[in-house]
């Protein structure tokens, strides 16, 4: 295996990433305003841009998974437990004792099977549970003559909230990684170029190096 630096990550994942980074941090912005964690806004305004942030946010979502599934990329995000034990130790306790990490990016694989778990929660639980709960209380006015409207409106908030807080802690989470093991550059440098280093089978390497020597250095 030989390693390289690949470019793995598109113009559009690194479009993705960012928009939707800044896009979640715009709505727990808005959305703290709404729940009175702030006053730097009044509450027309904070419901108004909430929303308009919300549907651009759900436009970007949608063409991301036409962008994952017309790309076959969606498989970079399927959970395996090979190697599971030995991510989770190392985040465990390996972490804290300066050992390497014990998986290496593949041109074929740019998640380690902890992050496909993480994230494959996310796009399939989490963020399906905000959107369902967020649109529902925005179509009140559609349901509400429902029997105990009012009562399940406040089950609906409640639930769009805790998700929130949920996508709130993982953005931490996420964050406190970069920190962790290479220095804070390198781990963020293949967000702004696409460049990361990749383990190659000599095949992968020649396959590049032949056909796309564009993104292989």
Same mark, same amino acid.
């Given at each position: 295996m030989a390693t390289r630096r690949v470019k793995i990550f598109s113009l559009f994942e690194r479009f993705?990433?960012?928009?939707?980074? *800044? %896009?979640?941090? &715009?709505?727990? @912005?808005?959305? +703290?305003?709404?729940?009175?964690?702030? $006053?730097?806004?009044?509450?027309?305004?904070?419901?108004?841009?909430?929303?308009?942030?919300?549907?651009?946010?759900? *436009? %970007?979502?949608? &063409?991301?998974? @036409?962008?994952? +599934?017309?790309?076959?990329?969606?498989? $970079?995000?399927?959970?395996?437990?090979?190697g599971m034990w030995g991510v989770l130790r190392f985040y465990i306790l390996g972490i804290f004792k300066g050992e390497r990490h014990p998986y290496r990016k593949a041109f074929w694989r740019k998640h380690n099977p902890l992050q496909a778990l993480t994230y494959l929660m996310l796009k399939i639980v989490l963020f399906p549970l905000i959107w369902v709960s967020g649109l529902t209380y925005v179509f009140y006015f559609v349901w509400r003559d429902a029997s105990h409207a009012t009562a399940w409106l406040e089950g609906v908030a409640l639930v769009h909230t805790a998700a929130a807080f949920t996508i709130l802690t993982f953005a931490i989470i996420h964050v406190y990684m970069l920190t962790t093991g290479h220095s804070f550059r390198e781990h963020l440098m293949p967000m702004i170029n696409g460049f990361d280093e990749v383990d190659l089978t000599p095949e992968e390497e020649a396959y590049l190096l032949k056909d796309q020597p564009e993104i292989i250095r």
């Open positions: 993705w990433h960012w928009s939707q980074m *800044l %896009l979640i941090m &715009f709505l727990m @912005f808005t959305g +703290f305003g709404l729940h009175g964690f702030h $006053h730097l806004l009044d509450f027309q305004a904070a419901v108004t841009l909430h929303t308009l942030a919300a549907a651009a946010l759900l *436009l %970007l979502w949608a &063409f991301s998974i @036409f962008w994952l +599934f017309t790309t076959r990329n969606w498989r $970079h995000f399927i959970p395996t437990v090979k």
